[in-house]
């Protein structure tokens, strides 16, 4: 079966320091690895993904996650964060044979002024 | 817009009454997905169709709940005899029909549906 985990669920950070964001996954086979944002009362939108090749993957708004097959891991990162970036974020994995994008709990990223 | 469009975008019921929700895909896709986000809590898989067939709906309750995805028009999520514990946002999504999925889905602004 397959799994995503989020082990933090509320992040706070200062305006302008770096954060990273935590996610694993499990999974028997291949996967495609995701990062959905959602801003309040609003819909999820792809911030990047990670379908092959390089392991570092870049985003918009200045993200980045790196793919880690040995940890299963997946972070999110940005070196410095804005008060915009305050928001939900969502790691996904899909997986062949499963045929759905499978999320994890979320993060609450909060940026202090 | 040629997104994936999700209406009512709110939506009131007492308990015991219906709610249907409706998604149209983006144009050029043929998968739709719903997905439901309870208070507090991650999304979790509903059902996903194609144009005129359930292709797995492994996260439907069992009972009051149905979706389907007509040849025309758009996929429908119905809730029969609503409870307080369907107060939530459903989110609906679409991906490219199946040769080129990558997994990647698109999301609608989702529709809140709050029952009194």
């Known amino acids: 079966a397959q799994s995503v985990t989020q082990l933090d669920s509320q992040v706070p950070v200062f305006e302008e320091a770096p954060v990273e964001l935590r996610c694993n996954y499990s999974s028997s086979v291949s996967v495609y690895l995701f990062w959905y944002v959602q801003y309040p009362n609003q819909g999820l939108q792809l911030l990047l993904k990670y379908l092959s090749g390089s392991t570092l993957v870049k985003g918009i708004n200045g993200f980045e996650a790196e793919f880690n097959k040995s940890q299963t891991s997946f972070h999110l990162r940005k070196p410095s964060v804005h008060i915009s970036d305050t928001a939900e974020y969502f790691c996904?994995?899909?997986?062949?044979?499963?045929?759905?994008?499978?999320f994890g709990t979320g993060t609450r990223l909060t940026i202090i002024p | 817009n040629a997104g994936v469009m999700q209406n009512p975008r709110h939506l009131v019921r007492r308990r015991g009454q219906e709610a249907r929700l409706r998604c149209s895909p983006m144009?050029?896709?043929?998968?739709v997905y719903w997905y439901r986000q309870l208070p507090e809590e991650g999304l979790k898989f509903m059902v996903y169709?194609?144009?005129?067939?359930?292709?797995?709906e492994s996260g439907m309750p069992k009972e009051r709940f149905s979706a389907e995805f007509p040849k025309e028009g758009p996929s429908i999520l119905r809730i029969q005899q609503v409870v307080r514990g369907d107060s939530a946002a459903y989110f609906c999504?679409?991906?490219?029909?199946?040769?080129?999925?990558?997994?990647?889905?698109?999301f609608g602004e989702g529709s809140r549906l709050t029952v009194l």
């Open positions: 144009k050029g896709h043929s998968h």
């Open positions: 999504a679409s991906s490219p029909q199946r040769g080129r999925n990558t997994g990647e889905l698109f």
């Open positions: 996904a994995a899909f997986s062949f044979g499963n045929e759905k994008l499978t």
């Open positions: 169709l194609q144009k005129e067939n359930i292709i797995d």
